[in-house]
């Protein structure tokens, strides 16, 4: 077998080295808990209110408006009962679209069951959000906006300081899952002016398990996890300091060579997508201006069990997927594509090609090389089978 190629970065990156090396100290020397007064703990408490700092400064926040979670999922998770539980008086009524992480969309299913009112703003064909479509959706009783920065399954970037800016028009906080984008694209939260914003370490080179809420300093978040009063109280629990260590570490590295990254990034994924498009019958998803620098997807035309592909690229030690880790191991049309109005057998054939600064020409060039020949072996087992 060829060595690897791995091409699923938005479903999670490798540790870079300098975020592995700065978290190490942390297993044994610095093992002790921040909560302690001795100085073995007092080492800890420092490295988790410097690594504090660090994430700040990568999205312009103050250093206490960032909260340390157990990653996205979490971060986005307490957004959305947090804000729900504090403005609840106000109304229970939530916006937010149907191209949303089921991190987000499970838990607005479940507060609809506890008596919230959700809308859903359908995206365009490129999966994008008009700040005029959020106006038309807002209501007197509306608490909450959530509208992610990018979009996992198909790339596209969202115009989140405008959509921010019509939430604020009407006095709605405005939360942003911002996954995708942390790292990715420059972020300021000050010039965004959202209110929360949530972020994960493992989707941009630090370790998994560890993520980070921002919350408006004038917004407070409300308690999640009640314990010993870690996190200002909001969320208890002794602190991954190893894994903050390493995050911080990520996001500024991430961060500093954003400029760089992006360049190599985007002439990297816009020759695969270049490659990619001569294939007949092969489409991109997503919005080919806006677009995530590394992120690369495509349906095509004959390819109903996209899995199939993703198997066969598997062989050749390609590592690509369907669209959506959450939902790779099935043959389900992603939802992202659907709310897109792909039909459901062509969005079944969706593959998402998601680079890092770790890939090569080499690599882009291989993929380039095999991937028609896969789709075109694929579309002739297929025929043989229908005949
Ligand atoms: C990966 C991802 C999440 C979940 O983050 P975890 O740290 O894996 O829990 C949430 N939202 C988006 C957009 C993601 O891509």
Not at 40 to 68: C, H, P, T, W
Not at 185 to 196: A, E, H, K, Q
Not at 237 to 252: C, H, L, Q, R, S
Not at 318 to 326: F, L
């Amino acid at each position: 077998m060829n060595q690897r190629i791995y091409v699923d970065n938005s479903a999670t990156t490798a540790v870079s080295e300098k975020a592995l090396s700065a978290m190490l100290p942390y297993f044994r020397e610095h093992f002790g808990n921040p909560s302690a007064l001795y100085s073995y703990g007092q080492e800890a408490k420092k490295a988790l209110e410097d690594s504090r700092g660090m994430v700040a400064k990568a999205i312009g926040a103050l250093n206490n408006e960032i909260y340390f979670t157990s990653g996205g999922t979490e971060s986005d998770n307490w957004a959305i009962r947090s804000v729900c539980e504090s403005k609840n008086k106000m109304g229970k009524h939530v916006i937010s679209t149907a191209i949303e992480h089921n991190a987000i969309l499970r838990t607005l299913e479940k507060m609809q069951g506890e008596g919230y009112e959700i809308t859903l703003l359908k995206p365009d064909k490129n999966g994008q959000i008009a700040a005029e479509q959020l106006e038309n959706a807002i209501r007197k009783d509306t608490i909450l906006i959530s509208i992610m920065m990018a979009n996992n399954v198909v790339g596209t970037v969202l115009p989140i300081k405008a959509l921010c800016e019509t939430a604020h028009k009407h006095h709605i906080i405005f939360h942003t899952d911002a996954v995708q984008a942390a790292a990715h694209v420059p972020i300021n939260v000050r010039s965004l002016g959202v209110d929360l914003l949530s972020m994960s370490a493992h989707k941009f080179h630090g370790p998994k398990g560890v993520g980070a809420l921002f919350v408006k300093v004038a917004v407070k978040p409300a308690a999640y996890i009640t314990s010993g009063g870690q996190e200002k109280g909001y969320r208890s629990g002794t602190e991954n300091v190893p894994g903050i260590v390493g995050m911080a570490a990520a996001i500024k590295e991430g961060t500093e060579n954003l400029q760089n990254n992006t360049r190599q990034l985007t002439a990297l994924r816009d020759k695969l997508i270049e490659n990619t498009l001569k294939i007949p019958g092969t489409y991109l998803t997503g919005d080919s201006a806006n677009r995530l620098p590394g992120h690369a997807s495509f349906v095509f035309e004959g390819g109903k069990e996209g899995a199939y592909l993703i198997n066969m690229l598997n062989e050749e030690g390609i590592c690509a997927s369907s669209g959506s880790a959450c939902s790779a191991s099935s043959i389900e049309a992603p939802h992202v594509l659907i709310a897109m109005d792909y039909d459901k057998e062509i969005a079944q054939s969706a593959v998402r090609i998601s680079l890092s600064y770790y890939n090569t020409e080499k690599e882009i060039d291989t993929i380039n090389e095999r991937l028609p020949l896969l789709i075109a072996e694929l579309r002739r087992r297929k025929e043989k089978t229908i005949r």
